[in-house]
């Protein structure tokens, strides 16, 4: 369980960078709001991550083995690209730092890919649950680093100080790579190229069948969407109620923050008594009754007070949700090809806010708030229900 901290922390702290450091360094460095928009683009390879799995399922580094060698290579490649960053200037180098910027995602992409894999092999069943949501939680916890003090450090220090010392934060992953033990593992055969590509999923299909995938795979795309869409405009509905962006910033982030930890934290003690099955029908329906908060809020309008306890409510059901969910996927994958399945599916499982992201607005202009939020309520029910096929209640203690 203290591994998975370590994970959590090595894991997040560069996606935060990305999303939160980088911003308002180009913002004060000049850089134009469209500009600065288009480098959302960067995250790409956090959605492709599963095209170079294969390879890291088969080729093992030189160095320390297959899981711990690959997360070495790219922890110490995310330290010196994320300290380069602030050795660029952003009203002059603004390609070059998306460049570079686009490395950092493509290296932390392939350290999540490594990072998961690990988990799974480390992990027997029945610490999925709780291991995977302590991961979370400290991946949400390394936020802090660039998206608080990175920036209280950019008032009193040069950027590219600031960068260096953020980068040096990766040395806590590199410091557990080299620490920890390789996990016992089930090695591929020593086969080509295609064959390195092809297996991982020629294995799944086996072991499920195609009814077996089918149903995996809508529920992995489904069982969130509800959730995403509801919280995918979340700023925008509390500006539209009243609240100002003082209340949001002081109450609506911390509110969000905080509950989803403890959230993770609570879903991963509960899914060690009550198994990965039981815990995603239970921790589902808080989900959907999260959502009609949503509604209720939107029908009393600015009331400081309800805005707190909706969000704390609906983050504390994310939370809950997400352990169960990652600790649901970290199952379906075999040990053998953890790193390419792990990606795959974790990938499928971000498409749901690509789509939230795509058409909520367009919805809430047609409905309105309320008969939007009733909407994401009714759109994750289909989710819920494949759960009688890929999880149902009633099974043995030691797979559910």
């Not at 795979?217 to 962006?245: E, V, W």
């Not at 989803?260 to 008594?273: E, N, R």
């Not at 599916?345 to 690509?354: D, G, I, N, Q």
Request: proline share 5%.
């Amino acid at each position: 369980m203290l591994i998975c901290v370590f994970t959590g922390l090595a894991s997040g702290m560069p996606l935060y960078v990305l999303f939160q450091l980088v911003p308002a360094w180009l913002h004060e460095g000049g850089v134009s709001l469209a500009e600065i928009g288009l480098f959302a683009l960067v995250g790409i390879p956090y959605t492709w991550k599963f095209v170079w799995a294969p390879f890291m399922d088969r080729w093992i580094p030189p160095f320390l083995g297959r899981r711990r060698g690959w997360m070495f290579v790219f922890q110490v490649a995310l330290l010196l690209s994320i300290g380069g960053l602030g050795m660029l200037q952003p009203e002059q180098d603004v390609a070059t730092i998306a460049w570079l910027a686009f490395a950092v995602a493509f290296f932390s992409a392939s350290q999540d890919v490594a990072l998961d894999a690990y988990r799974r092999e480390l992990l027997p069943d029945a610490e999925l649950g709780l291991g995977n949501a302590i991961h979370i939680q400290a991946y949400r916890i390394s936020s802090l680093v660039p998206g608080s003090l990175s920036l209280i450090l950019a008032d009193i220090l040069p950027w590219s100080s600031v960068f260096w010392i953020t980068g040096a934060f990766m040395l806590v992953g590199i410091a557990m790579s080299l620490a920890v033990a390789e996990p016992e593992s089930e090695l591929p055969e020593n086969k080509g190229l295609r064959d390195a590509v092809v297996a991982p999923f020629r294995e799944y299909l086996a072991r499920r069948g195609w009814q077996g995938l089918l149903l995996v795979l809508s529920f992995m795309f489904l069982y969130k969407i509800g959730d995403n869409m509801a919280t995918a405009l979340a700023t925008p509905f509390y500006l539209d109620l009243g609240f100002t962006k003082t209340q949001i910033g002081l109450v609506a982030k911390h509110a969000a923050l905080w509950p989803a930890i403890i959230g993770g934290l609570l879903g991963g003690g509960l899914m060690v008594k009550l198994g990965i099955n039981r815990s995603l029908w239970l921790f589902g329906v808080v989900q959907v009754v999260s959502i009609l908060g949503f509604a209720v809020l939107a029908s009393v309008g600015a009331s400081l007070w309800l805005l707190a306890a909706v969000i704390s409510f609906e983050y504390l059901g994310v939370g809950m949700g997400t352990a169960a969910f990652t600790a649901f996927i970290a199952r379906e994958t075999s040990k053998t090809y953890a790193a390419t399945q792990f990606a795959l599916f974790t990938a499928l499982a971000a498409l749901p806010r690509t789509f939230a992201n795509a058409s909520t607005g367009i919805i809430v202009e047609h409905v309105g708030w309320v008969d939007f939020f009733l909407l994401c309520a009714v759109l994750a029910i289909p989710g819920m229900l494949l759960l009688l096929w890929v999880a149902p209640w009633r099974t043995p203690q030691s797979t559910r």
